[in-house]
């Protein structure tokens, strides 16, 4: 953590910023609250998917459906028919490209 002496030796008095300075430092700022709020809203998508992919599992998979008919998707808007093999053993997919086997 930060001693007090080394947040003081990196504070800027703003009063003392000419007009091209303090535009530079908006748009710093900016750049930095949209990437942010981009990144938090990446993250709640992907905790959603994965509340999603749990309640489906345990609400939505049992033995009983296993060698049924199903749709699987291959991306958003394309499904191909198939058949659950194993009811047991289920790959959920929690986003950005990772997967996590439901045992």
Same mark, same amino acid.
């Given at each position: 953590m930060?001693? @007090?002496s080394?947040?003081?030796a990196h504070t800027v008095d703003l009063t003392s910023l000419s007009?091209?300075?303090l535009s530079s430092v908006k748009k710093r700022l900016d750049d930095e609250l949209e990437h942010l709020t981009t990144s938090f809203t990446k993250l709640r998508a992907a905790q959603t998917k994965f509340r999603e992919c749990l309640t489906s599992i345990?609400?939505?998979i049992s033995s009983?459906?296993?060698?049924?008919?199903?749709?699987v998707p291959? @991306? @958003?808007s394309l499904y191909v028919p198939g058949n659950l093999a194993d009811a047991e053993n289920i790959?959920?997919?929690?986003g950005t490209?990772?997967?996590v086997e439901k045992a």
């Open positions: 930060a001693s @007090t080394e947040a003081q007009p091209q300075q345990r609400e939505g009983r459906i296993a060698g049924k008919p199903l749709l291959l @991306t @958003t790959m959920v997919d929690v490209g990772f997967y």
